[in-house]
């Protein structure tokens, strides 16, 4: 008797290690959104700096456990250089691993803020909920 319940009992452990792992699994695959937590926080940090005018969009895939990607579409102060710009965008790279430990890589797009296209994509991406 105590076998069999030995055995139900491990095996209903086993079915919640595989439940967890399949979830987790399966997030992975499809790319699911970083938390809107940290959206909002890349957001307002790449926002509070000097050579940003605006961050038109701001979008996240988990790459791994405890792992993001980030792709941020910027638009500079008009002022900027090619070089500067390069070097802002180098620099954001590293502002963000250092802020968010969960940040593994960083792509920043410069794009003008009268860029129809990239704005009505955002505007979609913003109306999205996130799952």
Do not use: K
């Amino acid at each position: 008797m105590w076998d069999g319940i030995a055995a139900l009992c491990i095996g209903a452990l086993l079915m919640v290690v595989a439940y967890e792992l399949a979830r987790t699994n399966v997030s992975l695959l499809i790319g699911r959104q970083a938390s809107p937590w940290l959206v909002d926080q890349i957001r307002a940090l790449l926002s509070e700096q000097d050579e940003v005018l605006d961050v038109m969009d701001v979008r996240t895939m988990l790459i791994g456990t405890g792992r993001a990607l980030v792709c941020a579409r910027i638009d500079y102060i008009d002022e900027l250089t090619a070089s500067d710009v390069e070097q802002a965008c180098v620099r954001f790279h590293g502002l963000l691993q250092d802020h968010f430990e969960d940040v593994e890589d960083v792509y920043v797009e410069p794009v003008p803020r009268d860029d129809t296209g990239v704005r009505a994509q955002a505007d979609q991406t913003a109306r999205e909920p996130s799952g």
